[in-house]
């Protein structure tokens, strides 16, 4: 079914970020835009916590093939022509969006919500982690959801 197919596609592409992140290293500066950086210094998945966002560097790859690689994983190409992958989805506006400096650094900035919508650049994924209602693996025939009794 449908619904299990992309569950299936968003846990692996979680599983190939994870991978990604540990295979790379990931990096944390306390300061705004800040190029003092050191190694994250908390369990990786933390790097995934609400609110938290991930600038990644890429030297010699496009951004469509790392996201096909994660997407689909290496023995498939996505064909970004024909539209995005079912398990992701083009948000209308973010909070949020990268620029160039003055000194050719990359920067984050706070955008202002009349600039940032639809734009068209904004993808987003509901990431399957858990919580209260969430569907977990499917065991057989069942299907198991986290809630209260600790499952």
């Given at each position: 079914?449908?619904?299990?197919?992309?569950?299936d596609?968003?846990?692996?592409?979680?599983?190939?970020?994870?991978l990604?992140?540990?295979?790379?290293?990931?990096?944390?500066?306390?300061?705004?835009?800040?190029?003092?950086?050191?190694?994250?210094?908390?369990?990786?998945?933390?790097?995934?916590c609400?609110?938290g966002?991930?600038?990644v560097?890429l030297e010699?790859?496009?951004?469509q093939?790392?996201?096909?690689?994660?997407?689909?994983?290496?023995e498939?190409?996505?064909?970004?022509?024909?539209?995005?992958?079912?398990?992701?989805?083009?948000?209308?506006?973010a909070t949020?969006?990268?620029r160039?400096?003055?000194n050719q650094?990359?920067?984050e900035?706070?955008?202002?919500?009349k600039?940032?919508?639809?734009?068209g650049?904004?993808?987003g994924?509901?990431?399957?982690?858990?919580?209260?209602?969430?569907?977990?693996?499917?065991?057989?025939?069942q299907?198991?959801?986290?809630?209260?009794?600790g499952?």
């Amino acid at each position: 079914d449908e619904d299990k197919e992309i569950h299936d596609h968003k846990v692996l592409f979680l599983k190939r970020l994870m991978l990604f992140f540990a295979f790379c290293g990931v990096s944390s500066t306390a300061e705004d835009n800040g190029l003092s950086v050191k190694s994250w210094p908390f369990p990786l998945a933390s790097a995934l916590c609400h609110g938290g966002r991930i600038l990644v560097h890429l030297e010699g790859i496009k951004c469509q093939d790392l996201l096909s690689l994660l997407f689909m994983g290496p023995e498939k190409d996505w064909n970004w022509d024909e539209g995005l992958p079912n398990c992701i989805y083009q948000r209308r506006a973010a909070t949020h969006a990268m620029r160039l400096s003055r000194n050719q650094e990359i920067e984050e900035r706070r955008v202002k919500m009349k600039m940032s919508v639809f734009s068209g650049n904004h993808l987003g994924m509901d990431l399957p982690v858990g919580g209260c209602g969430n569907a977990a693996p499917t065991f057989g025939d069942q299907k198991v959801y986290v809630g209260p009794a600790g499952v």
